[in-house]
Every structure is written in C-alpha cells, then in structure tokens.
Nanobody, 119 residues
C-alpha cells in the first residue's frame, strides 16, 4: 500500500505565493509519476501538473508559467510552487502517484488540501 500526505494549503492573496508538499510512503516502485490535481466546488477533478521519476513535467494550460512542480526522489516527495495565484485557482488540491509494479499501473491519492485565493 501507498500513503500520501499533503501539506501547505491555506489562504493566499491574489499575486502571492504558496507551496504545497506531498510525501509518499509505503512500497513505491521506482517507475512512477507524481502529480497534483484539483477540484473546485461543482466541477470535476482536473490535472494541474505531473512529474515523472525521470523529471519530465506536464502542466495544465491554465497554470503554465505560474506554477512549478518539482520532486525529491530520495524522499518520495512532490511539491507545487504556486506563484501569482488567481481566485480561479481556489480548489481542493490532491496529490497523486501512479506507479508501475508487477505489470500494472496503480493509482493512489492523498486526502486533499484546501487552497483559497482571495483578498
């Protein structure tokens, strides 16, 4: 089993900055991708950014140039640096890991952390 614990959410002003952290524990394959997704009230969960164990990144168009995803493989941790957030970035942010083990990919989610962008 894999467990994910997020931290760093809260209230941030538009134009400010916030850093989300997520630590994964358990039996994790070295072949994996970690990422952040978000869900606003009344909307579906959507991808924010992902990063592979090799360092390849992918961003939603809405956050490109403002958010940066990074990871520390030694700690099985992933981070999301949010710069110049907008009110529309308000959502519950979920950490995710997909890892390849025994011929199949498995998906795990954190409990979510609330991010509110407001003045």
């Amino acid at each position: 089993q894999v467990q994910l614990v997020e931290s760093g959410g809260g209230l941030v002003q538009p134009g400010g900055s916030l850093r989300l952290s997520c630590a994964a524990s358990g039996s994790i394959s070295s072949i994996n991708a970690m990422g952040w997704y978000r869900q606003a009230p009344g909307k579906q969960r959507e991808l924010v950014a992902t990063i592979t164990s090799g360092g390849s990144t992918n961003y939603a168009n809405s956050v490109k140039g403002r958010f940066v995803i990074s990871r520390d493989n030694a700690k099985n941790a992933v981070y999301l640096q949010m710069s110049s957030p907008k009110p529309e970035d308000t959502a519950v942010y979920y950490c995710n890991i997909k890892h390849y083990r025994r011929g199949t990919w498995s998906d795990y989610w954190g409990q979510g952390t609330q991010v509110t962008v407001s003045s």
